[in-house]
């Protein structure tokens, strides 16, 4: 006998995640609709395997500190961007689905000015994304699936940055997007600082570390 329970009924604790196993496409998108756009947990789905997860603060926090010195680096260096933050990525040619903590479009930044609705089928995916693991870990399955050229990964405060080569990702010691900033180790002492200093002063002593 199966059991079917609402979406509604149940409770996901910050720091926690449910993965539903044996999902279709139809199923996928109704439950996206069943969730809802205004909505703190975010969603990861492949080949069948959906997980919704519901971020911690801490999680969040260094999301946005991440997110605002790499928004400082591109900055510093005149090169145009566009962020769509967590947007539901999906590709039903690949059967996934993400979203990302943060993304931007760079190479592609005209693709994203102006866009209201994506459609991975025509649309490039982004070309950078950033993702916090505290208490889950990135599914890179459906990164590699979407084709998100370079992902960075924070777990523990360390950030890890990851290129996909023929449709794998590889770790690699630099950025793709910043070949000649030493990314890992700023961002490792950053967010280090972060545990004694507020966003804002953070914000403004790596400004000032590339005037």
């Known amino acids: 006998m199966s ?23 139809q199923k996928f998108e109704a439950i996206l609709t069943e969730l809802g756009e205004k909505r703190r947990s975010r969603i990861a789905f492949y080949d069948g395997t ?3 997860r519901m971020p911690l603060p801490e999680h969040e926090r260094f999301k946005v500190i991440i997110g605002d010195l790499l928004k400082i680096l591109l900055d510093h260096l005149e090169m145009e ?5 967590s947007t539901t990525f999906k590709k039903r040619s ?11 479009y760079i ?8 866009m209201k609705r994506v459609d ?6 982004p070309d950078l994304a950033i993702e916090v693991d505290l208490t889950s870990k990135t599914l890179v399955s459906a990164y590699e699936a979407i084709g998100v050229p370079e992902i960075w990964r924070c777990e523990g405060g360390k950030l890890t940055i990851y290129l996909l080569q023929n449709g794998k990702y590889e770790e690699s010691e630099i950025s793709a997007t910043f070949p000649h ?4 180790a700023l961002i490792f002492q950053y ?3 972060s545990k004694t200093m507020p966003m804002s002063a953070i914000r403004r002593e790596f400004r000032r570390e590339f005037r």
């Open 191 to 193: 967010l280090g600082k």
């Open 94 to 104: 690949q059967m996934a689905g993400i979203e990302p903590d943060d993304c931007f």
């Open 107 to 114: 190479r592609n930044y005209m693709a994203a000015v102006g």
């Open 3 to 25: 059991i079917t329970i609402p979406l509604d009924r149940i409770e996901i604790l910050p720091g926690q995640s449910l993965c539903l196993h044996q999902i279709d496409w």
């Open 120 to 125: 991975l089928e025509i649309d490039p995916p």
């Open 50 to 52: 959906l997980e919704i």
């Open 181 to 184: 900033i030493p990314v890992m």
């Open 81 to 85: 961007w566009e962020s769509l933050g």
